[in-house]
């Protein structure tokens, strides 16, 4: 049996359901793994189980509170059980990230070592191009790229989420070649565990929704409201905003309904949804999926709305291009784009364009190549074809 050591320093049990909790539960249940997730020990974890006899939570407990020293402790056990551990599996890139997989090449070369690089578009762009002027930010910025050069060069497996951040890796990265270790490995849907039934698009209800956190800054909700507010007739149509509300954007809704008194009608605040089969019911009646964000790493709201056969109006982040197969299935659009996006919805409400078509392909496209079961299954096939040890 291949035994996996995942660190994640603050697990909580909202992770259970995204893939830092759905890998190993699918390399366990379906490949075999035997998988030990290492966290730090919280309040929000103390209670945590897995389901599975081959998954272990080993809550261990910090060195240090603060932000810039908390991953010591994480360091320090990954040193005291260096010999014991036969494959890592990592998230994000940053300088934590380069100490875990200096000191344990150090004490156990033939370690395996999978990062998952959780990239955005933002996030890449300050790899390359950083905004600064000091010398400060300079010596950080150059200590911060010799530190991803290492992870590029040590690790065995790299992943990305997208196919555009992996068009802009691939197939070197500052003179590192990336093209026998990096690999697309895109977000999906929990198909083995979540059992229902996709309605047809005749079953649906002429329902608009969104889902994210409501007012944020990453979310851009001011965006659709901007939008809908220029609409002059809704039909029969509806709009449902879920997830919860910044404090500061209660205040624009007051303002907003004072503005627009018919539109409270049409526009529905449904607040926060936590579980989730509530929230697949929600995306189950709805014909259109509608994201604003100004950024995303990947956006699995798109995948899971599209597993649902939403017609997706997006900006362009994250996945979006990819779970509408470029714009096929779906209308990208800019962000803050407000007047494309109103001319869009528009159309929609007064089927000036027909959606019906499309919802049965991007649940056929999404089921293909946005499900758990086939994403893992080619994790567990990458990981097999670079195995270099054979207590992993």
């Known amino acids: 049996m291949r035994k996996l050591t995942l660190v994640f320093e603050k697990l909580e049990n909202i992770h259970l359901i995204k893939e830092v909790g759905i890998i190993p539960y699918y390399?366990?249940?379906?490949?075999?793994?035997?998988?030990?997730?290492?966290?730090?020990?919280?309040?929000?974890?103390?209670?945590?189980?897995?389901?599975?006899?081959?998954?272990?939570?080993?809550?261990?407990?910090?060195?240090?509170?603060?932000?810039?020293f908390y991953w010591l402790g994480m360091l320090y056990y990954l040193v005291k059980h260096a010999n014991k551990i036969g494959g890592l599996m990592l998230y994000f890139l940053d300088g934590r990230i380069f100490w875990y997989m200096f000191f344990l090449k150090l004490l156990n070369p033939k370690c395996f070592f999978y990062i998952k690089l959780d990239l955005d578009r933002i996030r890449f762009g300050s790899l390359n191009h950083p905004d600064i002027t000091d010398l400060r930010s300079k010596l950080n910025h150059k200590k911060l790229n010799f530190q991803i050069r290492y992870i590029f060069k040590k690790a065995n497996l790299l992943s990305v989420e997208t196919k555009e951040i992996?068009?802009?890796?691939?197939?070197?990265?500052?003179?590192?070649?990336?093209?026998?270790?990096?690999?697309?490995?895109?977000?999906?849907?929990?198909?083995?565990?979540?059992?229902?039934?996709?309605?047809?698009?005749?079953?649906?209800?002429?329902i608009i929704l969104t889902i994210g956190r409501l007012g944020s800054k990453q979310k851009n909700t001011e965006m659709l409201m901007s939008a809908l507010e220029e609409i002059e007739d809704f039909k029969d149509w509806k709009v449902y905003l879920i997830g919860p509300i910044e404090n500061r954007f209660k205040t624009y809704i007051k303002d907003y309904f004072e503005r627009n008194p018919l539109l409270q009608n049409?526009?529905?605040?449904?607040?926060?949804?936590?579980?989730?089969?509530?929230?697949?019911?929600?995306l189950n009646r709805s014909k259109v999926f509608c994201l604003t964000s100004s950024w995303e790493s990947f956006g699995n709201v798109l995948n899971e709305a599209g597993f649902f056969g939403n017609y997706i109006v997006s900006t362009n982040v994250g996945a979006a291009l990819d779970i509408t197969d470029n714009g096929k299935l779906g209308e990208i659009i800019e962000v803050n784009d407000v007047s494309s996006l109103k001319e869009i919805l528009e159309k929609i409400i007064k089927r000036g364009k027909d959606i019906?078509?499309?919802?049965?392909?991007?649940?056929?496209?999404?089921?293909?190549?946005?499900?758990?079961?086939?994403?893992?299954?080619k994790l567990d096939k990458e990981?097999?074809?670079?195995?270099?040890?054979?207590?992993?």
């Open 356 to 377: 019906s078509e499309y919802s049965r392909e991007i649940h056929k496209f999404c089921k293909e190549n946005f499900v758990w079961s086939k994403i893992v299954d």
């Open 27 to 68: 390399l366990s249940e379906y490949h075999g793994y035997e998988v030990e997730i290492v966290c730090y020990a919280y309040s929000k974890n103390r209670e945590m189980r897995f389901k599975s006899d081959n998954i272990k939570i080993i809550r261990i407990n910090r060195f240090f509170d603060s932000q810039r």
């Open 266 to 282: 049409k526009i529905v605040f449904l607040g926060a949804i936590y579980k989730r089969d509530v929230l697949f019911e929600w």
């Open 383 to 392: 990981i097999k074809s670079r195995q270099s040890i054979q207590n992993f």
């Open 166 to 206: 992996y068009g802009r890796l691939f197939p070197e990265w500052k003179g590192v070649d990336l093209r026998e270790k990096l690999i697309l490995l895109p977000s999906g849907f929990d198909d083995k565990r979540t059992k229902v039934r996709v309605k047809s698009f005749k079953e649906k209800e002429n």
